[in-house]
């Protein structure tokens, strides 16, 4: 395992960050650190450290922490309902601080005796943890004086998660990013100094919960809740623990069969019941604090519940009921499809596949139980609907699962800055309840009382130096965490941030930078795959283009795409029907040709190539259209890249300028394989005679 690493966005000043206007606004503070009171709790002491060592690298100097206010002027920490802090009891109201939840903070600008000093206030010291990320967040971007600053923070998930897919051979499936931090030779790795600063870089952006291994658990993975293994979980565990976040472990359904307890995984089988009892009880005894099991069943060839004639929510339940002594969760995907599909039937379409599989189930769930759905139907295209099973289920807790491992969208070659996709599905209008039940508000339970609810998604990181594979892909994983805390907050504003505290306040970076994230999801739809027809990938690597990779496949992703048009019928009328799975407006909406948004029309209709779209285009020209401009644009990208050479340390401006080329060689390729299909499918010509072979 590589253990030399980037400082990402916690660099604080290093390399060729200038210091940024607050940093001056608020220097008077910044020399002394008042943290008073509690100061035992591991995560108190990680808030001060964090404090410490961020401002010491900010300014330049070392701050003086102390017990005590000597000073005139510094920056307060405390915990509310913390040991009588009268610097912090002066300044927060008991209504206000109950409003805060544990994980919420103040920022304030106080006075008391004739001392002036910045509160930041935890509503725990989680929340404390929270805030002093925020406040060094603040001195590397916004204008803020210290004058009139208050800010009352909370943020609006309670499970704010990732997933990490690493196996314990030290690979991580659908990995672009290296090996894993955590496991080498089937272990899990003895130094975890990197795991350590993982850990940093998810609670500075408000992470509370990661699931350490990968959902298609293998035969050691299987092992992980054993007494084997468990006392190397619960090292990872504690290093997690002291920056707020809790562990949880994706589990394989069959593992009483596997680790030989009994002769069937049947979870209405009483041995299986106690089996899972017993085990989960062990975890407990290694992990108190142990967030629950993620479990991948009855899908992609994963043992579950289907072979016993058993349901889901039997198989989930059984797994709850083992965790509920303890306040642990179970966290059950829905990416359930019949991945054996013969591709002449035309009648099973694997959009519909979860919705059928679920909906029928709502309310027979425990409480501890959260459905995870992934954003759209399929799985993680560049382009899909939004999935119609969020907000279905009434009396059933759901979470929504993101992929932030660039699997479909270029694998972390390409940049493709996803904030602005993630931002249309959390927008998106279910209708469920009647106009106003956005999919950000049914994850927060706000729509339907969920006892729990929350966002997960898949991790992007891996060993290599800069953790994400390219340098640009950082962004994602800090935009990822900013949403949960503020799904309000505009996919600009987060790149903003980003590109502040990791490239530093020039303005022409800043600008070049935000242009080019900004632009860089429709730019990679615009070459890869047109309308929202999806795949047209190589099979198995998903990346680069081979249209018809999977159209003769089980896989159940199909274009149907012929001499005369292209597109998947998924109309009430003539198609599977998946149309009806949305609620009112929003099913009439995608079921009518006139109406269905461009974006997605290939994916809800079969059309010929000379339709002629809301563009005012056609089909087939929309094709060629997009995919000439989209090398255009990364063509564009590098000029703009070329001219910041001066403005950046030499190794992020190389290892971007490469990646760069690699994108506009590989965007060349998806543009003439693309175009040449469907030129030589349909025979027509484009409108421009441009070089199509
Ligand atoms: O998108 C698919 C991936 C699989 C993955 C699966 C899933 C972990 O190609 O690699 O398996 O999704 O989400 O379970």
């Known amino acids: 395992m590589n253990s030399n690493y980037d400082l990402a966005w916690l660099r604080y000043g290093g390399a060729s960050v200038e210091r940024s206007a607050a940093i001056q606004l608020f220097e008077g503070y910044l020399s002394n650190i008042v943290a008073a009171g509690e100061g035992s709790s591991p995560l108190f002491r990680t808030a001060v450290q964090e404090l410490t060592e961020g401002l010491a690298k900010l300014t330049g100097k070392q701050p003086a922490v102390e017990p005590n206010a000597a000073a005139d002027r510094f920056v307060a920490l405390g915990t509310i309902g913390g040991a009588g802090n009268p610097l912090l009891n002066d300044s927060v109201e008991g209504a206000e601080a109950a409003r805060l939840g544990e994980e919420g903070y103040i920022i304030r600008k106080a006075a008391r005796e004739g001392k002036d000093y910045i ?150 089988e009483p041995a299986v019941q106690e089996w899972w009892k017993q085990r989960t009880a062990d975890i407990y005894r290694y992990v108190a604090d142990f967030g629950g099991f993620l479990v991948k069943a009855d899908s992609e060839n994963r043992p579950g519940p289907f072979t016993y004639g058993r349901d889901h929510a039997d198989g989930a339940n059984m797994l709850a009921e083992a965790l509920e002594p303890y306040g642990g969760l179970v966290l059950w995907r829905c990416f359930v499809y019949d991945c054996h599909q013969d591709w002449r039937d035309r009648k099973t379409d694997r959009a519909r596949a979860a919705y059928d599989h679920f909906k029928p189930l709502d309310g027979r ?89 929350g966002i997960t998604a898949v991790s992007s990181i891996g060993d290599d130096y800069n953790w994400t594979g390219h340098y640009l892909a950082q962004s994602n994983l800090y935009g990822y965490g900013r949403l949960l805390w503020n799904p309000e907050l505009s996919a600009e504003e987060i790149a903003e941030e980003w590109t502040s505290m990791t490239f530093g306040v020039n303005q022409d970076v800043a600008s070049t930078i935000l242009d080019i994230l900004m632009e860089s999801w429709p730019t990679y739809e615009s070459y890869t795959s047109p309308l929202g027809v999806g795949w047209m990938v190589v099979p198995h690597y998903h990346y680069g283009p081979d249209v018809d990779g999977y159209e003769y496949s089980k896989w159940g992703t199909y274009h149907f795409a012929d001499r005369d048009g292209i597109g998947v019928d998924r109309t009430l009328a003539t198609g599977t029907g998946y149309s009806h799975q949305y609620v009112g407006a929003n099913a009439a909406l995608y079921d009518s040709l006139e109406s269905c948004p461009d974006e997605l029309l290939l994916f809800f209709h079969h059309v010929p190539y000379t339709y002629v779209l809301k563009s005012g285009k056609t089909v087939i020209q929309h094709i060629y259209d997009t995919h000439f401009a989209g090398v255009e644009q990364v063509e564009k990208w590098i000029a703009r890249w070329d001219a910041l050479e001066s403005k950046l340390d030499p190794q992020r401006f190389a290892h971007v300028k490469e990646r760069l080329l690699e994108q506009l060689e590989s965007a060349k390729h998806w543009r003439d394989v693309i175009n040449t299909y469907f030129y030589r499918k349909s025979g027509i010509k484009d409108q421009h005679n441009r070089v199509i072979y």
């Open 365 to 453: 769930f425990k409480d501890n139980v959260i459905l995870q759905i992934k954003n759209g139907p399929m799985d993680f295209q560049v382009r899909e609907p939004v999935s119609p099973l969020f907000g279905a289920m009434k009396q059933t807790n759901q979470m929504l699962e993101f992929q932030i491992t660039q699997e479909y969208t270029g694998q972390q070659r390409h940049v493709c800055y996803l904030i602005p996709q993630w931002k249309e599905v959390l927008e998106f209008d279910t209708l469920c309840e009647g106009e106003g039940s956005k999919v950000k508000d049914i994850v927060a339970g706000q729509v339907h009382p969920y006892k729990h609810s």
């Open 119 to 268: 509160l930041i206030a935890g509503g725990s010291d989680k929340g404390l943890l929270y805030g002093v990320f925020h406040f060094l967040r603040l001195l590397q971007t916004a204008g803020q004086s210290p004058d009139g600053l208050n800010l009352v923070e909370a943020p609006k998930y309670q499970l704010r998660m990732v997933n990490q897919w690493d196996n314990m051979d030290g690979s991580i499936e659908r990995g672009y990013a290296g090996q894993s931090i955590f496991y080498q030779d089937s272990k899990i790795v003895s130094d975890l100094t990197r795991v350590r600063e993982y850990a940093r870089l998810l609670a500075s952006v408000g992470i509370n919960g990661i699931a350490i291994n990968n959902v298609n658990v293998h035969e050691v993975e299987t092992k992980l809740i054993t007494p084997e293994l468990l006392p190397d979980v619960a090292r990872v565990a504690d290093v997690f623990r002291e920056y707020g976040i809790r562990l949880y472990l994706s589990v394989n359904f069959a593992a009483p069969i596997e680790l030989g307890g009994t002769s069937t995984a049947d979870p209405l």
